[in-house]
Every structure is written in C-alpha cells, then in structure tokens.
C-alpha cells in the first residue's frame, strides 16, 4: 500500500528526499510535466494544454521531527526539535537518524532515579538523549553527523477493520490522496504541488504558487481529531469515522466560500459525509498560497488524525476513502476549473 | 453623513463573509468613481483617473468586521463559538448578537465561581432555541455573527457596534463623493480580512503598485478615566500615525500628510500606537517596497460593542483624503 510506503519514509522538513523520490516514481507516467523547484517542492501538471483555468491541489512531504545537535563524550546524542513537537511523547521511542538510517532510542534517566521534582514535570529538551549504541565520541562520528535528521521508527499497520496507526500521516496522507488523483482526467489544466518545509513555517508551498498562478488552490491535509476523553465535546476539533474536515477558518486562512460550498454540494449529492472543523487554531500551506500575487481563493479538507504530531498517530481509513472520493468528485464537478 | 453611519455599521461583514457590504458599499460610489471591481480575495476596489502628471495613490480601508463564529451546538441548543479576529471575552456577556440572516442572540456565561475564571469557552449563544436540532435549522457550525447595530448619537459624538473600520470606509465614500478633478490617480480598496492579519490588503496592493499607500483606519485614545497614556483625544483631528507594531509611517508620507493639514487648515494630531496595525503593515512591504501611511480616526472603546468618536474627526479626516487627490509630491 502506497500510504504505508509514504508514511514509514523519513522526511523531516528540509530533508524530504526520500519522500519526493517515491512520489515521482508514482507519478511520472500519469503527468504531462514534473519539476522539483530550488526550494524542493516536488511540482508536476496534468493537461497542460486543456483551456481551463489552472487548478492547484497542494500537500506537504515534510514531518516533523528532531535534529541532532551535539555529541556527548560517551556517545550519546543531543537534539533538538523540528516543527512542533510535545517533548512528553518522546522518551523511549524508537528513532532512525540520519541517512543511513541508524537505529537509536531517545533515552532517559530511569524512574528510580529522578526526583520527585523530576517526575513532576516533562523532561527538558537538555536532558533528552538518543543512544544508538556507542559509547565514545569518536565511535558515534563514524555514524552520525551534526544536523543529522531523526524520524520515529514507526511502522504502518491496520488496526481493526478500519482503522490505521503510523506515523507522519500529517501529510503523507495528503500526498496519497493527491497520487491517487492524477489516475483520473479533469477538464482543466491540474497543477499539483508537493511542498517542503510546511512544518517549519509554511515555507515551500507559496513560493511555488507564485510560479504556478493557479486560479484557485485545494489544500490537502491531516487535522488533529480531539474526540478523546480529555475533551468536552464543544472542544473536539474533529472526529474519526465522521468523512473529510472542512476546514472554514484556522490561524492563517479563511477558507474561500465557494469552493467550501462547492465541495459541500458535491458530498451532499453523492451521499459522502463531511464535517466542520470546529477549532479555529493551527495554519496550514493555504495561508501562504492565498495571500500570494494578487490572491489565489483557497480552501483546505483534512483527514482528522488523532495524537498528530507524536511518533504515532491513527486515523479512519474509511474518513481516507471518503477524502479521495470526495476530492475527485469535487474536481470533475469543476467545470474548465470554474468554481 | 449619519444617516450613512448608521446603515453602514448595520450590514453584516465578517472577515472573509465580505459580500453584503461589498455591495452595499459599490452601491454608495458606483455613480462617482471611472471603474469599480472586485480582486480575488474579495477587495472592492474603485478607480478615479488622474491626469497625466499624476500619481497612483492607494487609500485602503477594511470592510470587514470582528465577529464570532459557531463552533459548536449543543443537546440544548446553545451554541460555542470562537472568536474571528481581536475580541475580547470580558465585553462579550449579555452583548446582543446577531446572525448574516437577521437570527438574533444573546451570549450568556456558565457559573463563574470567580470572575477571573471568565473565557471564551465558558461563554456561549442563545438564540431561544429549545434543542439542538431546532438550532441546526438556524444556525450552522462555522456561521458567524456580529454584534447587534446599535447607533445612537449625542451631538458631535457618535457612538456604534463597529466605527471599526466601517467609519474608515464612511471617510473614504465621502472622499470620493467630495474628489472632483484629481490629479493624482485614486485606488480606494475597500479590503477584506484586515481583522485576521491585513490579508486582503496585501494582495491589492501587489496588483495595483501604488506610489504611496494610506490606511484611513481607527485608532485607541488617551482620553479616557485611567486610560492607557496615549496623547490622541477625540475632537482634536485627523490622527497622523507616526508609528504603531506594523508600521513606521514612511517620512514622505508623513511630510506629506502634516503639508495637506497646514495648507487646508484641517485639524489634525499625532498618533503613535504601542500596538496593533492596520492595512499600512501589508501594503509598504509590497513588491520593492510602497512608501506608506495610515489617517486614523481616534476612536474610544476599540473592539468593544460600543465603539465612539468624534463627527470632527471624521470631517477633518474626509478632508485630509480629498486634499490628497490634488497633492503633488
């Protein structure tokens, strides 16, 4: 399974080689064209020639992740965060760092040995390791560079009949969703990007907007689903198993009205659910693809993803199903890119 | 120009839910203005032409408004909501609301056992509705509401729901209505999603790539019992902004400014605000750069349901625009 494959790669905003690698392996022989920009975003279009306006579909390739940041005397690592990260979800989980995919654990003092004060309280980012086994200096420098980026060593697996734990789904599930479209054809030119560095800062994707000038962009993403029990349910952001968020304001976007309805509309008719994302907080790459040039009318639709942002997250992949059908239907009732 | 005042500030218009002012306000200069039309993000935008020694000024003034959106409904038909753009939740209880279809509501609060306790998320909508399923044929998740119209006057002080920008737009109709053989050539954008980050500014001024920008925007005061210190008072003029966290006025723009005020005897003072911005922000880091400037119309209570000024200061602030028509620089 492909979600699988693009889940488990390594990405970490900047480093997100590996991922643009299997998408352009998926997507070559579907595209008219396929460029990788100077900031990395992974570029291709489908019916170059067709008369309508340009239509931009967008995911991120990167994930949050750690960076290495020093090198103790006796082997350990130092690091320190890419994107944002809850410090209490690391300790004793499985990484890989750097490009040859070195095995590591991020480490701890152990229960016995900390203070009251210390089990209080989350564990600073100064007193987190990862060990990968050596215990000199110089024995981890043969393995490990400064700057080497670390992912969590999470594997993909169904849960239940339809659910699926993994890692990185924010916004590797974008990515596929996004695969999964070019088998189809539209009647109006489709520009879609890959983007770097959305976790760092919405970095990559406005700059390929600028190039592209689309006349209107969808935004394809994962949103935390908070139906758990620490929250009231006036506070749950989304829910699993409950179809596509739609996404109507965050922090960096309000969502254009007509092509939330028009997407709206098209679930309706086709008997696909859908829900409102209830929270206003977080931004995504439509902040930056909207404000560009002279405006692009943005709107973005999320895969709800419980415990996003940690080593694991799990989502509905009947909600992944409806996203992908929802999406294609939206986009062939798009009539020359129209909305 | 009350009679304006009042309507204006009773059409609804959440940031990125433009429409109804949209065209509420085309329709108020469509009869003096060469083009007027709508960019992407929304903006309405009006053209008077200039003469060929002119230059492109862009005045901006946003048309959207804070507000409040539905996040949630409940078994017993209470709605959460959220805040779109900068509202404060300690003026919010007991504040009449109202819906883009005319639903009206009110915002009641949990039991507090402190009145510090008081937040957004112990707050919420009544709209009379018995249970869930009776709101839902109301009301939706994702809707917004703004506060109720409530324009009311005494004199020469005028107070309403959202002079925030809507008496910015008022100074900018009248302009326009006023303009007659500019040489200078006028963009007056009525922008959108200025309450959630100046965005729609941004782009208009990206497609038209004026020589100097203005916002005709409010501004706190100073004038008020144990107020913040801020030397802007109602009554005393047009504000020329000198700074606020978005902007440096640009040294042209203000020379500019405090040239027209003297020549045409328009009373006007000096504004530096220690926070908050306005359209100015986005527009002078434009492209290679938009030297630019805000007039602020000093306004007490900003962002509270009742927002007042000063008719002076409006007056003062029409005229400073329309001198700007002419102004050669």
Known sequence: MLLKRLSEASGVSSNESEVRDIIKDNIEDKVDELWTDVMGNLIAVKGKKKKGKKVLLSAHMD??????????????????????????????KPVIVGNDKINGVIGSKAIHLQKSSERNNPIPWSNLYIDIGTSSKKEAKKYIELGDFVSFKTKFK??????????????RVGCSVIIDLLKYEYDFPLYVVFSVQEEVGLR??????????????????????????????????????????????????????KIIQGIINTSKQNDIPYQIKKSNTGGTDAGEISLTKEGIPSAVISLPSRYIHSPVSLISLKDYDYLKKLIKLYLQDLNKGEF | MKKLIKEITSVF????????????????????????????LGNLIAVKKGKSNGKKIMFAAHMDQIAL?????????????????????????GTPIVFADGTIGTIGVEKLENINDLEMSKLYIDIGANNQQEAEKIVGIGDTA???????????????????????????IEA??????????????????????????????????????????????????????????????????????????????????????????????????????????????????IPSGTISIPTRYVHTPTEMVDLSDVKASIELVTALSKSIF
């Open chain 2, 13 to 40: 218009g959440p940031s990125g839910d433009e429409e109804k002012i949209r065209k509420y306000i085309k329709k108020q200069i469509n009869n003096y203005v060469d083009n007027v039309y709508e960019d992407n």
């Open chain 2, 146 to 172: 703004i506060y109720a119209p409530n324009f009311s006057e005494n004199n020469n002080r005028v107070i309403s729901n959202y002079h925030d920008d809507r008496i910015g737009c008022v100074v900018l």
């Open chain 1, 158 to 171: 169904q849960l239940g009949i339809n659910h699926a734990k993994g890692k990185a789904f924010d916004d």
């Open chain 2, 176 to 289: 326009i209505k006023n303009i007659q053989d500019n040489n200078n050539e006028l963009y007056f954008v009525f922008s959108t999603q200025e309450e959630v980050g100046l965005r729609g500014a941004k782009t208009a001024a990206y497609q038209i790539e004026p020589d100097i920008g203005i916002a005709v925007d409010v501004t706190a005061t100073g004038d008020t019992p144990e107020s913040h210190i801020m030397d802007v008072s109602l009554g005393e003029g047009a504000a020329i902004k000198i700074k606020d966290n978005s902007t440096i006025t640009h040294p042209l723009v203000k020379d500019l400014l405090i040239k027209e005020c003297k020549n045409n005897s328009i009373n006007y003072q000096f504004e530096v605000l220690e926070f908050g911005g306005t359209d100015a922000g986005a527009i002078h880091l434009t492209k290679g750069g």
């Open chain 2, 69 to 93: 959106m539905i996040t949630h409904i409940d078994e017993d038909g209470f709605l959460r909501f959220t805040n779109v753009g900068g509202v404060g939740h300690n003026f919010l209880p």
């Open chain 1, 204 to 257: 990559g994707a406005g700059r390929a907007a600028f190039d592209i000038e689309p006349s209107m962009a969808l935004i394809i993403e994962s949103t935390s689903a908070s139906d758990v029990p620490e929250s009231e349910d006036y506070e749950f952001s989304s829910s699993l198993d409950k179809g596509p968020a739609l996404t109507i304001m965050d922090k960096s976007l309000i969502s254009n009205k």
């Open chain 1, 63 to 92: 994930e949050v992740g750690l960076m290495i940041t020093g090198i103790e005397s006796n082997g350990l690592l130092n690091f320190r965060p890419v994107g944002n990260i809850d410090k209490r979800s690391l300790v004793s």
